[in-house]
């Protein structure tokens, strides 16, 4: 069966491109036939922001060259185009990544809701996350849009379990909930190569906090260890960088790494996979809602911490052992329970 995903497969986000990778993979896995539909959001960068990304772009065009697969001949760039012109196909999925998060897509919500294409394609979402706790309607797409489009998917498989409550109680769907698809695969060899440990403590921060460089420094006096910055543009006084790194690098700074400091959803899934000691470290506790989620699946809860929390909670935390044969059982009983339900949606 044909399978043409709908997801930020276009972003130069290492999180989005390595999803976008993943879902390839498991519906290859499945027998089944992916295609990534190459619809983009607008990228519009000032002449300053080109400057300052170009080698970052090249590097992630590069990646998604080399590993995507099959995209749809066309690129779409609007709503009107997928309805005037709907990619042919025996499936549309949708997911993984916020794609279902208003403040993200915007005017391009009904999109991700695939309000396109004809009533005889198959439509389901895999691991799609709202981003937050509860909703708040949006002027992109009525909740009565999103009721008749939900009523047109043959099965709705949601990333975290406040967006399952969400379809549920807000748009009367019933949904499941799945674990990303960077998680249905336990390492990822065929990217990284073989990886030496770097000794170094890994600091991979999407939004700036002065706190977070401020702990994460005095973790790594006290551990006396290097410490780097990875995927930010940013360079703290004291931390190693190297931006911009490819998506395959940055991974494999992740399996060489003595321990990681985070705000990151996926910068926390590589942590487990790779059993990475970690502590995440969140400045706006609403942006933690996919992180809280995981953090539950896997009965690590106690490795979030907020601007509330002091140095000493920091390093708490931070000498607290990780049950790695605990967590490996619970990813392995949510990966199988994962790939049953999407080997069900698309058969």
Not at 109 to 127: K, M, N, Q, W
Not at 187 to 198: A, I, R
Request: net charge positive.
């Amino acid at each position: 069966m044909k399978v043409s995903i709908l997801t930020y497969h276009w972003e130069d986000n290492y999180g989005a491109v390595m999803q976008a990778y993943a879902t390839v993979r498991a519906i290859k896995e499945l027998g089944h036939e992916p295609e990534l539909i190459d619809f983009r959001l607008p990228y519009s960068p000032s002449a300053a922001q080109r400057c300052v990304f170009a080698l970052k772009r090249r590097r992630f065009n590069r990646f998604r060259k080399r590993h995507y697969g099959r995209l749809t001949p066309k690129t779409y760039r609007s709503l009107d185009e997928l309805r005037r012109e709907a990619p042919s196909s025996d499936c549309y999925l949708v997911g993984s990544d916020q794609t279902w998060n208003p403040n993200i897509a915007g005017e391009k919500l009904p999109a991700f809701f695939l309000d396109f294409g004809p009533d005889s394609v198959r439509r389901v979402t895999y691991a799609t996350s709202i981003g937050q706790n509860s909703w708040v309607p949006t002027r992109y797409m009525p909740d009565e849009e999103i009721r008749r489009s939900l009523k047109k998917f043959h099965r709705v498989l949601l990333r975290e379990d406040s967006a399952v409550k969400i379809c549920r109680e807000v748009f009367g769907r019933d949904a499941s909930q799945v674990i990303d698809p960077v998680l249905l695969f336990p390492s990822y060899p065929e990217l990284t190569g073989e990886v030496k440990p770097s000794g170094e403590i890994i600091a991979y921060k999407l939004i700036d906090d002065e706190g977070f460089y401020e702990m994460a420094s005095k973790l790594a006096s006290d551990k006396q260890l290097p410490i780097r910055s990875i995927g930010s543009v940013r360079r703290p006084k004291g931390f190693r960088s190297a931006y911009p790194e490819s998506p395959e690098k940055w991974l494999s700074r992740f399996v060489g790494a003595s321990f990681v400091i985070t705000d990151s959803f996926h910068g926390t899934v590589f942590s487990l996979l790779y059993h990475r000691p970690f502590l995440i470290y969140v400045g706006d506790p609403t942006r933690t809602t996919r992180i809280e989620s995981l953090l539950r699946q896997v009965g690590l809860s106690d490795r979030l911490l907020t601007s509330a929390n002091s140095y000493s909670d920091f390093r708490r935390v931070a000498e607290t052992p990780i049950d790695w044969v605990a967590v490996d059982a619970r990813l392995k009983e949510l990966r199988r329970h994962s790939f049953d339900l999407l080997k069900e949606s698309l058969s």
